[in-house]
């Protein structure tokens, strides 16, 4: 068998290069090693930016999303006993988010390739990468897959990048002393718009899905598992996190899906090798404060588009040599962007009173000016793409 690009993954960056290649008319195979409704299940982080929406419309598959996609021009930063709206709609203008899952970002595609005929195999087995140096191919449950180049698209815990030979990637890291636990529940949001709050206890975000369903995030130890957080534990701590400014009442309701998620900062550079190409969480992973994953995932999915269209359209290697390059600008901001926003918000144990100070000072700074709100709204709604860093 034989294929343009052999894609490993079908989460957003797999499917969306197999759909904006096929666009292109440059064919692809996708590996995934869930089944389709895994994947479609999956819950994740639900933040989309300008560009990413932008993207996924342009490139046919953005109908629902502009139907039950919920568009939002600011966010709330609550702490000390009070709430601060950050403006996107007066900070940067023409510029906002849309609250819409990642998990429903993934049936659109997958409905969308295979309305084109794409060719995506679920429940595979066993993918492994060779000689992606010179003439890369893929095997998998048996059988061979030929690629003139191999998208490593399989998330942090895939097999692309550990086909890497040892020494040829450098790798950036961090881990943080805490993780989140997310719980989805049936109930009305009780906030229009996003919260993000600070408090002694530790952080808590108050998100949505629809004007039916609500997203919840909990700052928990690194070591904690869902069996410590009945129901009723995970409603009296987002109460306790959330309540805390006058009037306000979060409403609760039925809990439908609760997990744990390890908050990590990682870049493996380059991300290249040979003819391997990695994107998305394959090559870097940030701490979710930032909302930035899937939408790093994009950009760099934009950025392998071009690179291979220049390659199999004209011949030239030029932009997918310097892919890596192309990509890692914004990463780095996001890095950095995810990092900061992580730090400004959680509760630390090494924490002394004056790191408690430092981290209201901030707080209070980018509550009140503008310049320093600007920051923070402008890296939130995300860099326009043809500007990745500034
Ligand atoms: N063989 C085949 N498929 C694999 C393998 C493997 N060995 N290992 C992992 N996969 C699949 C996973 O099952 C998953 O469906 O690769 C896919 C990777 O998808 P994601 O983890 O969603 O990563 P990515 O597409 O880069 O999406 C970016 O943004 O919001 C963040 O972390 C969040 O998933 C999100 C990411
Ligand atoms: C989400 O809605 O899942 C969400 C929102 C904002 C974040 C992270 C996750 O920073």
């Known amino acids: 068998m034989r294929t343009q690009v052999g894609i490993i993954g079908a989460g957003p960056a797999g499917l969306l290069l197999s759909h904006l290649l096929h666009l292109r008319g440059i064919s692809s ?29 342009e490139a046919g598959v953005g109908a629902r999303l502009l139907r039950e996609g919920l568009p939002h021009h600011g966010i709330e930063l609550r702490y000390g006993g009070a709430g601060h709206r950050i403006a996107f709609d007066k900070l940067v203008p023409g510029r906002a988010i849309t609250v819409y899952g990642q998990q429903e970002v993934v049936k659109d595609l997958i409905a969308a390739r295979l309305a084109a005929g794409g060719d995506l195999r679920f429940e595979v087995e066993d993918v492994e990468v060779h000689s992606p140096e010179s003439e890369p191919y893929l095997t998998f449950g048996g059988e061979r897959l030929d690629c003139d180049v191999i998208a490593g698209c399989d998330g942090f815990h895939g097999v692309s990048r550990p086909s890497v030979p040892d020494g040829v990637l450098e790798v950036f890291e961090r881990e943080y002393p805490f993780a989140w636990l997310g719980v989805l529940a049936e109930v009305a949001p009780s906030s229009e718009e996003l919260i993000y709050a600070r408090t002694e206890r530790g952080f808590a975000l108050h998100s949505m899905r629809s004007p039916t369903v609500s997203r919840f ?10 069996a410590q957080w009945p129901d009723e534990r995970v409603w009296a701590e987002l109460k306790a996190r959330l309540e805390t400014v006058p009037g306000f009442e979060l409403t609760t309701g039925e809990i439908i899906e609760k997990g744990v998620t390890p908050m990590r900062s990682f870049v493996a550079e380059p991300m290249q090798y040979g003819r391997l190409y990695l994107a998305g969480d394959a090559a870097h992973i940030v701490p979710p404060t930032g909302a930035k994953g899937l939408n790093l995932a994009v950009a760099d999915v934009r950025v392998l588009t071009e690179a291979l269209a220049a390659f199999f359209e004209h011949g030239s290697p030029e932009l997918l040599d310097g892919y ?12 950095h962007f995810s990092w900061w926003m992580t730090t400004l918000l959680h509760t630390f144990d090494e924490d002394d009173p004056y790191g408690r100070r430092l981290q209201t000072s901030y707080l209070d700074y980018v509550t009140s000016s503008e310049a320093a709100a600007t920051t923070l709204a402008e890296n939130y709604v995300g860099l326009p793409f043809d500007r990745p860093h500034v």
């Open 29 to 57: 195979v996708v590996l995934e090693k869930r089944s389709r409704a895994y994947v479609e299940r999956r819950v994740r982080a639900g933040v989309l930016e300008q560009g990413t929406v932008d993207t996924l419309v």
């Open 217 to 226: 995030y909990l700052q928990v130890p690194a070591d904690a598992d869902v």
């Open 324 to 335: 890596s390059a192309a990509c890692l600008k914004r990463v780095w901001r996001a890095q």
